[in-house]
């Protein structure tokens, strides 16, 4: 691959397009190879068995992957590419496969990465049983729970601590799928939790007790933290997993909407931001 070819390519379109650029002509350049090593053409055959979802990206996307390929077909021959035909393709495969990759000294996310045996194979699930972890440039898939033979090892693909109706609506926008995990639509006790915490409010205006009002300072929410994970505490004696997720149960079911619900904190940290404007 010509770098200053891609280069001059990448001039062509808005920096945040560039990366998209150099990763689909990365990815069709290696498709093109007719001799491989043994785990790139495993690569290489889960990425052909990967859902492009072509035909539910909105138009908006599949616009900006248009004006992406339209640079790479311009320059293909200087690039080295023989056919551009897949383009669009590889972008919207790539799109709804891909996973945020972060710093390994922090919580900085430093762009996405797509590793085609990880996507076809891992899952997701809002309350998954791994998760991603980076050490010294490697992505490393790591248990967060007893994990038994025949057993789904699922991951995040989201924040799953944001409220139901959020993770919902970004898994459906993003990855295109409805989420019907153990946790969106489950019976169980930290299922149950999850409705409790996603409730509306019922009266506008109700905020958890425990934090700042006055809306002088910055936010601070380490009171109300503090508080509720002392009524975690108290309701969460029994050291079994079934024990402290009917603990976590009742203690939830048993507080106000104000004090242990999205709607509720939501609702203050947009007073603050109202205020501090």
């Not at 998760?131 to 010294?136: E, P, Q, R």
């Not at 991951?155 to 799928?177: E, H, T």
């Not at 930290?190 to 509306?200: E, F, G, K, Y």
């Not at 079934?242 to 203050?268: E, I, K, M």
């Amino acid at each position: 691959m010509d770098e200053r070819a891609v280069d001059a390519a990448c001039m062509e379109l808005k920096p945040e397009f560039r990366p998209s650029l150099r990763m689909c002509v990365g990815v069709m350049r290696t498709m093109s190879f007719q001799t491989v090593p043994a785990w790139l053409r495993v690569q290489r055959e889960a990425w052909h068995m990967l859902v492009t979802h072509r035909d539910k990206h909105p138009q908006f996307v599949l616009t900006q992957y248009e004006e992406i390929a339209r640079v790479i077909n311009t320059h293909h021959s200087d690039i080295g590419l023989d056919s551009t035909s897949d383009a669009i393709d590889v972008l919207c495969r790539s799109g709804c496969n891909n996973f945020a990759a972060y710093e390994p000294n922090g919580p900085r996310m430093s762009g996405y990465l797509c590793s085609p045996l990880v996507s076809l194979l891992l899952n997701h699930s809002c309350l998954p049983n791994a998760a991603f972890v980076y050490m010294g440039g490697m992505q490393i898939v790591r248990a967060l729970d007893d994990i038994q033979i025949g057993d789904e090892i699922t991951l995040a693909y989201m924040d799953g601590l944001q409220p139901r109706d959020v993770r919902q609506k970004q898994l459906s926008a993003v990855y295109f799928f409805d989420c019907t995990c153990n946790k969106c639509c489950g019976e169980s006790a930290r299922a149950q939790v999850d409705v409790l915490m996603s409730r509306a409010l019922g009266v506008d205006g109700q905020m958890p007790e425990y934090l700042p009002t006055d809306y002088v300072q910055p936010p601070a929410i380490e009171p109300w933290v503090l508080r509720v994970i002392d009524m975690l505490l108290a309701h969460c004696q029994d050291g079994t997993r079934d024990g402290f997720d009917q603990g976590l149960l009742d203690c939830v079911g048993s507080l106000p909407p104000r004090n242990f619900s999205f709607a509720a904190y939501t609702h203050w940290l947009e007073c603050q931001d109202d205020c501090l404007e």
